[in-house]
T-cell receptor, first 114, second 113 residues
Framework: AQSVTQLGSHVSVSEGALVLLRCNYS??????LFWYVQYPNQGLQLLLK??????LVKGINGFEAEFKKSETSFHLTKPSAHMSDAAEYFC????????????FGTGTRLTVIP | DAGVTQSPTHLIKTRGQHVTLRCSPI?????VSWYQQVLGQGPQFIFQ???????GRGNFPDRFSARQFPNYSSELNVNALLLGDSALYLC????????????FGPGTRLTVT
């Protein structure tokens, strides 16, 4: 079985500060991992994905994430928060073979304080 | 290129009614997946279709059904609506059967009263 746990349902940072959103996964087989962002009243937009190539993955809008197998983590970071980063962020996992669906975490709402 | 489109954007139904939600994938994508997102939670997988065949089904009751058409568009049907079916229903498309990279539509907000 596979799942993800997002630590912290709400995170607040000041504009210009580091953004760190935590995600830990559970998977009995090598996983693919994803981060999605959801703005109010919109669907999900893919930020970045890990597919067993480089462990440090760079995505859109200055976000990146590092796959750490020893810690079963895939935390999302951004060096400097912008007001436009305020949104809901979801971590998701799927296995590399078999079922094709994504398993999502419960989400982290990011607030950026001016 | 147009992204994934869904219709309607919003709808309100009464308990016991039936609803049909529609999704058009990105041009060239042959796989469509449906997810339910209840307020305050992450999306939960309902179905995946590829080339008009069901490839996967989540833990949802038989009141939920779907199909995919020759043009790869898809419908999600929910019968005997319950209050708990109120949610944002998301459609995602991907090029091939693995659903490796899924692109989401804006969703349909269903309210059951």
């Amino acid at each position: 079985a596979q799942s993800v746990t997002q630590l912290g349902s709400h995170v607040s940072v000041s504009e210009g500060a580091l953004v760190l959103l935590r995600c830990n996964y559970s998977s009995s087989v090598p996983p693919y991992l994803f981060w999605y962002v959801q703005y109010p009243n919109q669907g999900l937009q893919l930020l970045l994905k890990y597919t067993s190539a480089a462990t440090l993955v760079k995505g859109i809008n200055g976000f990146e994430a590092e796959f750490k197998k020893s810690e079963t983590s895939f935390h999302l970071t951004k060096p400097s928060a912008h007001m436009s980063d305020a949104a809901e962020y979801f971590c998701a996992v799927r296995v590399q073979t078999g079922a094709n669906n994504l398993f999502f975490g419960t989400g982290t709402r990011l607030t950026v304080i001016p | 290129d147009a992204g994934v489109t869904q219709s309607p954007t919003h709808l309100i139904k009464t308990r016991g009614q039936h609803v049909t939600l529609r999704c058009s994938p990105i041009s060239g994508h042959k796989s469509v997946s449906w997810y339910q997102q209840v307020l305050g939670q992450g999306p939960q997988f309902i179905f995946q279709y590829y080339e008009k065949e069901e490839r996967g089904r989540g833990n949802f009751p038989d009141r939920f059904s779907a199909r995919q058409f020759p043009n790869y568009s898809s419908e999600l049907n929910v019968n005997a609506l319950l209050l708990g079916d109120s949610a944002l229903y998301l459609c995602a498309s991907s090029p091939g059967p693995t659903g490796y990279e899924q692109y989401f539509g804006p969703g349909t907000r269903l309210t059951v009263t």
